[in-house]
């Protein structure tokens, strides 16, 4: 009795946006590298340094340029080059990566997944440095900024079928958020006042976290670095919103 062969299904490609071979070389050699020089120029200039009347912190290098002995070099470079590899594996865990198929896409960064099916994708566009994705009621699925140019990125979500707009088509609706903005939701100021908070202190965790609060209450955030602008999504609003075949037809 002869045995059908099994009928395997590839799985479907996918593409990832992000830093390219050549640039995560450059950082895993390069971060080392410049703690390295770092370590071995601390130990003779840390005295002239220490002496700079704009320094404002020179305790450490008073230290360094007390010890007099041969290791401190050593010492110095290898803690050096071990705090560079350090902040070569904190941007690699940090940067944007964006993985597109035919199905859906991901953005992941560090410890955080976020997904988007194609089914639900209304238009793919650029907002700045950040790309967007938004569904049918306006609402945002997807922002962040992408490591590789805008080209690359357009070239990859077009070559997946995603429909990609040369322009923002709700720049003109953002408006500059002040706590005694009057037409927001319930509860809605009181996130602002805390991503407010969160811009402060480089928070970039809690800024996430208010911007989802906001979105479940059909906000969008857009910010121009610490300024906090918003307009409203939903199924109220798709009555206003440009279509992508309007768009497109208008950019023409």
């Known amino acids: 009795m002869q045995h059908q062969p099994r009928a395997t299904t590839s799985p479907k490609p996918t593409t990832t946006i992000g830093l390219t071979r050549f640039d995560k070389a450059l950082v895993l050699i390069g971060a080392p590298l410049i703690g390295l020089l770092l370590g071995w120029v601390l130990p003779p200039g840390s005295d002239w340094i220490s002496n700079l009347p704009w320094m404002p912190v020179r305790g450490p290098f008073n230290l360094i340029a007390s010890w007099d002995a041969r290791w401190v070099p ?143 209450l059909d906000v969008v955030v857009r910010d121009a670095g610490k300024t906090q602008f918003w307009r409203r999504s939903g199924e109220s609003m798709t009555a206003t919103r440009p279509s992508v075949a309007e768009v497109n037809e208008a950019a023409r």
């Not at 560079?84 to 865990?93: E, S, T």
């Not at 992408?146 to 070239?155: D, S």
């Not at 927001?184 to 991503?195: E, H, T």
């Not at 969160?198 to 976290?209: P, Q």
């Open 74 to 216: 050593l010492l110095l470079m290898t803690v050096c080059v071990v705090a560079g590899l350090v902040v070569a594996l904190l941007i690699f865990d940090t940067v944007l990566e964006i993985d597109v198929d035919d199905e859906q896409v991901t953005f992941r960064s560090g410890d955080r997944h976020e997904r988007a099916l194609r089914r639900d994708v209304q238009a793919v566009f650029y907002d700045g440095k950040q790309v967007v994705l938004v569904d049918p009621a306006d609402r945002e699925l997807l922002r962040g900024e992408p490591e590789r140019k805008r080209a690359y990125v357009e070239a990859v979500f077009r070559q997946y079928g995603y429909p990609w707009l040369d322009d923002d088509p709700y720049a003109s609706q953002f408006t500059r958020w002040d706590p005694d903005t009057v037409d927001l939701p319930p509860g809605a100021n009181a996130l602002f006042a805390a991503r407010a908070l969160a811009h402060r202190k480089h928070a970039e965790d809690d800024l996430h976290e208010f911007r989802a609060a906001l979105a479940a």
